[in-house]
């Protein structure tokens, strides 16, 4: 498999949780973390059920939710933040 450069993420629609990774310049355990959680949006495709992250959507809240963590916010303060954004 040939790893894609940043430009060719840019371009996506949808990244893989390592691609995700990649473009945001954080691990692959963060983004599966995260994803574990609830807080990343991602479809499910093929038969194994691969995730699919939406580029932007996703890109933007793992920032965001690195950013709350950068400011002292714990984690399940950060979880309630997005499901109240969810749920109002």
Known sequence: MIKRTIEQLKELEYLKMSELAEYCGVRYST????SEL??????QRGERLTKY???EEASTRLKD????RDEG????????FFRGIQNG
Do not use: A, C, D, F
């Not at 983004?31 to 995260?34: G, I, L």
């Not at 609830?38 to 479809?43: F, I, K």
């Open 38 to 43: 609830g807080l990343l949006p991602y479809e």
């Open 73 to 80: 916010k714990s984690v399940p303060e950060v979880i309630n």
């Open 53 to 55: 992250y939406p580029r």
């Open 65 to 68: 939710i690195l950013t709350m």
């Open 31 to 34: 983004v599966k973390y995260y």
